[in-house]
């Protein structure tokens, strides 16, 4: 089995396009979410549902800050407050939406403080 | 017990206690009065009455010894919150708003200023703490601990139990070094052997480095006694236990290496197959054993000297119960069918999701073995389906599935969902066909890829220049965790080298973030370090990346 999952975390570690592999600078956008609500969008989805499901999908997709900080070399520079995203609720059972109030980031390798090269 | 202890227990008993009770033998106060001490029963099977608030009687089971003092009687620290060692050792000395020898170590500086100055205790002064909540300056404690009504007899075997613990070294500690060894079971990849011993080993030489430095440069020498105590100028040394055979023979091997190299902990440790008999002998012998790498660990509420970095795969079927609760008023009254491959594997995940999903206090699911070596066929997809017509479809086997899965699509009357581990499918959960991927909902124990290779800086810090990819980046990432969770707690033991007190240290450690896990955190008794595991789906794409549908789900 460990050798399953290796197989797998090289295979996703080593894909191209993965944020993390992005140039020093760049950086990818975190989301650090703030609240949520459902929005049927004419699928007729019950309201208590769709904000229950929404409550994890909105939370599938918040960072946890500290976890950018200590994997050591990382930066968060706050881009806008209590944005709304609207993403799918995804769920094979209902349809609809969900509207997650967000906090948004840059967040990015920093060149400061290095303390190991790159490839070591 | 060693044959020392029992002497010592034997003297204790014939110089006859302050109380004047006749005391039970050597073997007798061990079990008695650890019952007393952690379980807060009494000798005659009653709970001790304990008091709260000077006169608010209470369960002294509610209320014991151990839950502050923790179970090497060394105390605890939880913040500002710091309760002070009990064992006899300590007692039966004078406190000084200092710990002699250690007067310049700020973490123990620290930690002797929060305590109060006493006189050495006596066992009568003892019991008048115990029984009154009075120390020898005439203190009252009630404030923070309970007093306890106890029987002549009952309060002398429980003063002759705190007088044996941590009352000396643990095997492995010498007076400049700590042995600790590693179990490694014959037939384990070399790969993922070199993945779990190279950040250990590393830990070990960069200790020893330091030690060394220590001992020709008196600045590093005052730099590491600062930081570390005493403990900068001990050397660790990192020992393989291989175990060969049948696991039935193990329990001979194991204490054979124990005898002529005993180690103070064991730490990691790998094994292709089961991991019973090293738990057993550890829980027998109290050794400590941090974090060994298997699948399928022991679990248990109650025992206490294996740490494992999960629960292993049964975790993803926990995770999968908790996450088809959260949406339980969608499946409604339809059926919910577990396809499961016969074998450990296998029936561990089941298990997982059968358990909690009673818990939850839902209808079974129905559950359909595949014999082991059988192929899954998308017929015998297609007959589960038919046969019970089930909301979600949980497929607990290999990639195997893949297949019979995108034949299964084309069927209007398929599942909404379908559930399955990636952790199972290996690599070719990136190879899942698209039409595939909406109703895949797969369980992943661990930091989604992409978010965990900010943490490569980290983890390779143990590489110290060698090459990643010669090695298990999982294994690798736990153990780095072990040489970690292993260099703090020594730090934060103020020189009291006892296993017990190592496995006390861990359990008041913070929750930390470590590479590959969201979350690893601890508590005193707890041992199982990463509880949650995510639901994720694959997104689009030629390379998909996982992406979360859920939190990080919690057990």
Same mark, same amino acid.
């Given at each position: 089995?460990? @050798? @399953?999952?290796?197989i797998l975390a090289a295979a996703l570690l080593g894909s191209p396009g993965l944020a993390a592999d992005k140039p020093a600078g760049e950086g990818e956008i975190a989301y650090i979410v703030n609240g949520y609500r459902y929005d049927p969008a004419g699928s007729g989805g019950d309201p208590d549902t769709g904000h229950s499901l929404c409550g994890t999908r909105c939370n599938a997709i918040s960072a946890d800050s500290v976890d950018y900080m200590m994997g050591g070399g990382w930066e968060m520079r706050k881009l806008a407050a209590d944005r709304e995203i609207v993403i799918p609720l995804d769920n094979p059972f209902m349809k609809g939406n969900c509207i997650c109030t967000v906090d948004e980031f840059l967040a990015r390798r920093s060149t400061r403080n290095q303390t190991v090269r790159e490839g070591q | 017990m060693s044959r020392l &202890?029992?002497? +010592?227990?034997?003297?204790?008993? $014939? ?9 039970? /033998? ?18 005659? !099977? ?17 209320? +014991? ?12 620290? *939880?913040?500002?919150?710091? #309760?002070?060692? #009990? ?11 200092? %710990? ?32 009154? !909540? ?22 002398? %075997? $429980? ?17 400049? *070094? ?24 590393? /830990? ?32 660790? +040394?990192?020992?393989?236990? =291989? ?25 990691? !440790? =790998? ?15 109290? %050794? ?17 000297? +294996? ?87 949980? $497929? ?43 109703? &895949? ?21 143990? &590489? ?38 190592? &496995? ?5 450690? *913070? ?18 370090? /990463? ?15 996982? *992406?979360?549908? /859920?939190?990080?789900? =919690?057990?």
């Amino acid at each position: 089995m460990k @050798a @399953a999952v290796l197989i797998l975390a090289a295979a996703l570690l080593g894909s191209p396009g993965l944020a993390a592999d992005k140039p020093a600078g760049e950086g990818e956008i975190a989301y650090i979410v703030n609240g949520y609500r459902y929005d049927p969008a004419g699928s007729g989805g019950d309201p208590d549902t769709g904000h229950s499901l929404c409550g994890t999908r909105c939370n599938a997709i918040s960072a946890d800050s500290v976890d950018y900080m200590m994997g050591g070399g990382w930066e968060m520079r706050k881009l806008a407050a209590d944005r709304e995203i609207v993403i799918p609720l995804d769920n094979p059972f209902m349809k609809g939406n969900c509207i997650c109030t967000v906090d948004e980031f840059l967040a990015r390798r920093s060149t400061r403080n290095q303390t190991v090269r790159e490839g070591q | 017990m060693s044959r020392l &202890l029992i002497w +010592t227990l034997l003297l204790l008993t $014939l110089s006859a206690p302050a109380t004047g009770a006749v005391l039970p /033998s050597a073997e007798e106060i061990q079990r008695l009065g650890a019952r007393m001490y952690r379980e807060g029963i009494l000798p005659d !099977g009653q709970a001790m009455k304990a008091f709260v608030s000077n006169d608010v009687a209470v369960d002294g089971t509610a209320f +014991t010894c151990v839950s502050c003092h923790l179970r090497s009687g060394l105390g605890s620290v *939880e913040g500002e919150v710091v #309760t002070p060692p #009990t064992n006899g050792r300590i007692l039966y000395q004078e406190r000084k708003p200092y %710990i002699k020898g250690k007067e310049f170590v700020p973490s123990v500086a620290n930690y002797a200023k929060y305590l109060p100055v006493r006189p050495a205790y006596t066992d009568e002064t003892l019991a008048t703490l115990i029984s009154a !909540g009075v120390d020898p300056t005439g203190r009252s404690v009630l404030s923070v601990m309970p007093r306890y009504e106890l029987e002549d007899r009952d309060m002398a %075997i $429980l003063i002759a139990y705190l007088k044996t613990l941590s009352d000396r070294p643990s095997p492995g500690v010498g007076k400049q *070094e700590i042995r600790f060894a590693t179990v490694i079971v014959e037939g384990s990849d070399p790969v993922a052997v070199e993945s779990m011993v190279t950040p250990l080993q590393f /830990s070990v030489d960069r200790k020893n480095s330091l030690a060394k430095a220590a001992g020709v440069n008196e600045r590093v020498a005052r730099m590491g006694y600062n930081m570390l105590g005493d403990l900068h100028g001990y050397t660790f +040394t990192l020992t393989r236990w =291989i175990l060969k055979g049948d696991p039935a023979t193990w329990r001979a091997q194991l204490e054979e290496y124990d005898r002529k190299e005993p180690a103070f902990a064991l730490l990691g !440790g =790998i094994s292709p197959g089961t991991w019973e008999p090293v738990h057993r002998f550890c829980e027998e012998r109290g %050794i400590p054993d941090l974090f060994p790498v298997v699948d399928d660990p022991v679990l248990s509420d109650t025992d206490w000297y +294996t740490h494992y970095l999960s629960r292993g795969v049964r975790q993803e079927g926990e995770a999968a119960a908790r996450y088809l609760h959260g949406m339980v008023e969608l499946i409604r009254d339809r059926a919910i069918v577990q396809v499961i491959r016969d074998g450990r594997r296998g029936r561990a995940l089941a298990d997982g999701f059968r358990t909690v999903w009673a818990e939850t206090g839902h209808t079974p699911a129905v559950d359909i073995v595949l014999p082991a070596g059988e192929p899954l066929t998308a017929e015998a997809l297609r007959q589960a389906v038919a046969g019970h017509k089930p909301a979600v479809l949980i $497929l607990w086997d290999d990639a195997g599935l893949i297949n019979p899965l995108g034949e299964l699509m084309a069927d209007p009357s398929r599942p909404g969902m379908i559930v399955a581990s990636a952790t199972w499918l290996g690599s070719a959960a990136t190879t899942v066909p698209e039409a595939l991927r909406a109703p &895949l909902f797969l369980t992943w124990p661990y930091r989604l890829p992409q978010d965990d290779k900010r943490y490569d800086i980290a983890a390779r810090k143990v &590489l110290a220049g060698k090459r990643p990819d010669k090695y298990d980046q999982v294994i690798l990432r736990q153990s780095y965790i072990t040489q970690d969770v292993l260099g703090r707690a020594l730090m934060m033991m103020r020189g009291e080298f006892y296993r017990d007190f190592l &496995l006390d240290t861990i359990g008041m450690m *913070e929750d930390m973030y470590y590479p590959l896990y969201e979350r690893v955190s601890f508590g005193p008794g707890q041992r199982y370090a /990463s509880k949650g595991c995510y639901i994720v789906q694959l997104g689009k794409g030629e390379n998909p990346q996982f *992406e979360k549908r /859920s939190e990080w789900v =919690i057990q």
